[in-house]
């Protein structure tokens, strides 16, 4: 499969812990993309990389988060200190292009994350 | 700023029916438009995108969509619906630089 794989699939953790996410994207895409969805709502826009790069931050994505994609292949979302609030689906994306491109985004199964 | 309006949280079609899933979205300017659909236990998958040209854009699965710039809207059609096609629908929106900004999504539900 070389698709966009993510890991793990799902995340138990208690409230306080630390978590981190993995994004495998497509080998030749050089864009990177972390969504968050809620149940009953479309994704939202957390972050996204143009190789290593880290182009863009949402608002959403407050100071206890932290993304990286140290090679420019895959990425990691660590979350510091959760919060039941946190609990979602975390859905990474990839796609190829440069900057203002339209090219469709590829996205990987999603991590499902609640914390207790 | 954009945003996306998936008016229906829901749509019921018969089978072999036609069915329509709206969208309409609120920006300033030329915005690139994609409808992606998301089954149980499943990543999004691309469906179809507008980025300019003939209005009406042909996608995966039958699957089309109009581009009504007068009326802002894109809304998804296929002629004749399959049981298969019930999963949840999503409309987005991006500008050359923006994010991508999707709809709250509408469940369709296909009955045999």
């Known amino acids: 499969d070389t698709g966009v794989s993510q890991d793990p699939r799902h995340k138990i953790t208690k409230r306080g812990q630390n978590v981190t996410f993995r994004c495998d994207p497509i080998?030749?895409?050089?864009?990177l993309y972390w969504y968050r969805q809620t149940l009953g709502q479309g994704p939202e826009f957390l972050t996204y990389?143009?190789?290593?790069?880290?182009?863009?931050k949402s608002r959403l994505l407050s100071d206890r988060f932290s993304a990286e994609r140290p090679k420019g292949s895959f990425s990691t979302l660590e979350i510091q200190r959760t919060e039941q609030g946190d609990s979602a689906m975390y859905l990474c994306?990839?796609?190829?292009?440069?900057?203002?491109?339209?090219?469709?985004?590829?996205f990987g199964p999603g991590t499902r994350l609640t914390v207790l | 700023a954009q945003s996306v309006a998936q008016p229906e949280d829901q749509v019921n079609v018969a089978e072999g029916n036609p069915l329509t899933v709206k969208c309409t979205y609120s920006?300033?300017?030329?915005?690139?438009l994609f409808w992606y659909v998301q089954y149980p236990n499943r990543g999004l998958q691309f469906l179809l995108k507008?980025?300019?040209?003939?209005?009406l854009v042909k996608g995966s699965y039958g699957f089309e969509a109009e581009f009504n710039k007068s009326q802002t809207s894109f809304h998804l059609k296929k002629p004749s619906a399959l049981v298969s096609d019930s999963a949840l629908y999503f409309c987005?929106?991006?500008?050359?630089?923006?994010?991508?900004?999707f709809g709250k999504g509408t469940r369709l539900s296909v009955i045999a």
């Open positions: 507008y980025i300019t040209g003939d209005n």
């Open positions: 990389f143009q190789n290593e790069a880290q182009l863009e």
């Open positions: 080998s030749e895409h050089n864009r």
């Open positions: 920006v300033s300017g030329n915005p690139y």
């Open positions: 987005a929106v991006r500008f050359s630089n923006t994010p991508l900004v």
């Open positions: 994306a990839s796609s190829s292009g440069l900057a203002g491109s339209y090219n469709e985004q590829f």
